[in-house]
């Protein structure tokens, strides 16, 4: 059964819509990428999916694990297993890292965690993404350098263990290393859950590592072209010269 | 999709419960000359001290109301019961305290641990200490920690308490001054004695818990010259529906290079008046340390004062308040810098939900002499919804140019992407909100001792979400 279905999902912002009747299928196990130029609505879906506020569906719908949670907010998604990896993470004054994180992980699962055993396997996480521990203790995302804070998305992403990830961007304005590292903290993720990846990229270097099965080409809010792993190597090759303005 | 932008109103059964008070116990209404005389008489106050009583209610009689804040027409005078009998005298065993009263602090979640873990505790239950107990290593080190009551009647302590009391606020300062002079009751008295070190923090913990009953404690701390002291000063009281006054008076004494760091958490309940006055002297390279988290009560009128008179003192002034649905709070914090080459630094946060308004006064005064001095003054806000009110008056008043001066303030609101960002990884909305304005009061929180920062981010968030834990 298909983990998330994405169904003739048309969404938008109070002034124009901006995803136009999207169908999109991930099943458990798969990693889906998702390319397409700027602007085209790759963040906007994502937002969707995870259920931002800010974006309203306007038809069609999202099903996850068979249930429609089109109307559902945020935590609720992110308590069936959802996770969205920011493009932008949002600085959070006042609260650790580590705090944070123990409160997010305690919410979903529902039970509360030995302080140690959290710390233990905080720690693990951090040195998969050759983090300095001193960051659990910093206020979350605040003064963290871009590819800090997208390492922090990753430490999330290891510790909640969701079914679906989502990584929107999560390589962009990352050095050659640090996405060698990030590539290393997804491995992880494969390697300790049986989850889907969908990840929305414009480099290839962060797939290298990873079987993809599947590519999504969006263009101006609509799904102009689908296929296989052949699919980025096109478009690295050509650009979106083919499927833009179609 | 709709987002909520109103958080359910507050849940205070945790702070907001009271045991009916015993009608006999109470006096009655009204402050004439004859009550002073009853209250100054059942306290065998000594004679200086009935003297200053009446004198203060003479001020009090002819002093105008404070027009120029939030209004206070809702508290009748006539109306408010000064003096409370306390069903017991001084404990000095926790396991001789009444068991109503005993409830009452456990309900409120204060005693063992603390008992253990602090140096002394002394807490006041309606007028008068009913807990008292400092740990004998506190007392072996020559700090005096008791009841200002007491304190006065010992001859080791009378003179200095007569020296010092309401010398830095004198009965003259405002009305509520001048009240507080002629009906104080109840309070500590601290006296730490030259170099002294005292490692592990005092403190006291005040409650009402009588219909219409004003509560007038009086805290006097003198830290003699490179003493150091950390003092916390914890208020809560129940819901009652007459209004309730409290009028306490806080005076610091700060010698030379000396420290003292004097933490509060107020939570009073809403129908309260909380008209307090706080202040603090510091002599030459002393500081004195202010933190201070104010919660509940009707309307607050709550300014600390700092007069920096030796050269080279500072004043420290870490602040919040959070005004919900009813309440306006009227903060701030004063530093006078009377010498040269003094330093002051304040940073506030002030939130306000629910159409609550919360006014932050800060007043910097530097004097002609003062020349080298800096101060920095950084306030922050944070409405949680279109309806609440926050404003920040600043005051400034640069006698010289040789001076330092930076202020600093910023209005803003909880961001729907921060919100958004908190719910992706499963905190529901209301959790979301709570995690972020306990995150914008750290400045508070981690100045504060664990337990009661933990202490504070329940307060935030039963204030949040209506519920606690
Ligand atoms: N809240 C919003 N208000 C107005 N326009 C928006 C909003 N969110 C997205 N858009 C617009 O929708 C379009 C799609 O934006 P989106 O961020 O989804 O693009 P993207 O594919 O992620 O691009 P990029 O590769 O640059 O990250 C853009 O034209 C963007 O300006
Ligand atoms: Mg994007």
């Known amino acids: ?246 | 999709m709709k987002q909520k932008t109103q958080v359910d109103d507050i849940d205070r059964e945790r702070y907001d419960f009271r045991f009916d008070e015993d009608p006999e116990a109470m006096l009655a209404s009204g402050i004439t000359p004859e009550i002073i005389e009853e209250i100054s008489e059942e306290k065998g106050d000594p004679e200086w001290m009935r003297k200053f009583r009446l004198h203060a209610l003479e001020i009090f009689a002819r002093t105008e109301m404070p027009n120029w804040g939030p209004s206070i027409a809702g508290l009748d005078m006539s109306n408010i019961v000064t003096y409370i009998r306390p069903k017991s005298r001084m404990n000095t065993d926790w396991n001789d305290v009444p068991t109503e009263i005993k409830e009452t602090f456990e309900r409120l979640g204060i005693p063992q641990a603390e008992r253990e873990s602090l140096a002394g505790v002394g807490a006041q239950y309606d007028s008068e200490l009913v807990y008292h107990n400092v740990r004998r290593e506190v007392a072996e080190s020559g700090v005096v920690y008791t009841d200002l009551e007491s304190a006065m009647h010992d001859p080791r302590y009378a003179e200095m308490i007569r020296t010092h009391f309401m010398k830095i606020v004198p009965p003259t300062d405002h009305k509520f001054a001048a009240l507080h002079g002629a009906v104080w009751s109840g309070g500590s008295f601290v006296y730490v004695p030259a170099g002294v070190h005292l490692e592990i923090p005092l403190q006291s913990y005040f409650r009402l818990n009588a219909k219409g009953a004003g509560q007038f404690e009086h805290t006097l701390i003198i830290v003699e010259d490179d003493a150091y002291l950390h003092f916390i000063e914890g208020c809560s009281a129940p819901k009652y529906y007459e209004a309730g006054l409290h009028a306490g008076c806080v005076e610091l004494y700060v010698g030379k290079r000396a420290t003292l760091r004097y933490s509060t958490i107020e939570n009073w309940s809403k129908n309260m008046y909380n008209l307090n006055t706080k202040r603090a002297i510091v002599e030459e390279g002393g500081r004195i340390e202010w933190v201070s988290g104010s919660f509940g009560s009707h309307v607050s009128y709550l300014y600390p004062m700092s007069i920096l008179s030796g050269k080279g003192a500072h004043a420290e002034f870490t602040g919040i308040t959070f005004a919900g649905a009813g309440q306006n709070l009227d903060t701030g914090a004063k530093i006078v810098h009377a010498a040269p080459e003094t330093t002051s630094h304040m940073d506030t946060k002030s939130i306000s939900k629910s159409g609550g308004i919360s006014t932050f006064r800060s007043a910097v005064t530097v004097q002609e002499n003062a020349i080298n001095s800096k101060s920095s003054v950084s306030c922050e806000s944070l409405m949680l919804d279109g309806l609440s009110r926050s404003d920040t008056i600043p005051v400034m008043d640069i006698r010289t140019d040789q001076a330092d001066i930076g202020h600093e303030a910023k209005i803003g609101r909880i961001s729907d992407d921060a919100v958004f960002y908190l719910m992706s990884r499963g905190l529901d909305e209301q959790r979301a909100r709570a995690m972020i304005v306990s995150g914008f009061a750290d400045n508070v929180s981690k100045e504060l001792p664990l337990e009661y920062a933990m202490e504070m981010n329940n307060l935030i968030r039963l204030e949040m979400t209506g519920t606690i834990g």
């Open chain 1, 1 to 246: 059964m298909a983990l998330l279905k994405i169904d003739n999902l048309s969404a938008g912002i109070e002034e124009k819509e901006l995803l136009h009747g999207v169908t999109l299928t991930v099943s458990t196990g798969e990693t889906h990428v998702l390319m397409g130029p700027n602007g085209a609505g790759k963040s906007t879906l994502g937002y969707t999916i995870m259920g931002s506020p800010e974006y309203t569906v306007t038809g069609g719908k999202i099903l996850f694990d068979g249930e429609d949670i089109t109307e559902e907010s945020a935590d609720q998604r992110a308590k069936r297993g959802i996770f969205l990896s920011f493009q932008n993470p949002i600085e959070i004054p006042g609260i650790s890292l580590s705090d944070f994180l123990r409160n997010a992980l305690e919410e979903q699962t529902g039970t509360r965690m030995k302080l140690w055993d959290y710390k233990k396997q905080l720690k693990a996480a951090m040195e998969v993404l050759q983090m300095d521990s001193a960051y659990a203790d910093r206020d979350l995302n605040v003064g963290f350098s871009g590819g800090e804070k997208k390492k922090a998305e990753i430490l999330q992403l290891l510790m909640l263990k969701p079914k679906l990830a989502i990584l929107d961007e999560t390589d962009s304005g990352l050095d050659v290393d640090a996405v060698k590292t990030v590539s290393a903290g997804i491995a992880e993720y494969r390697k300790n859950c049986d989850g889907a990846l969908l990840i929305i990229t414009h480099n290839t270097k962060i797939l290298e590592s990873l079987h993809v099965d599947h590519t999504h080409v969006i263009a101006d809010g609509k799904i102009v072209a689908e296929g296989g792993a052949e699919l980025v190597d096109a478009i690295n090759e050509n650009g979106y010269e083919n499927y833009v303005g179609k």
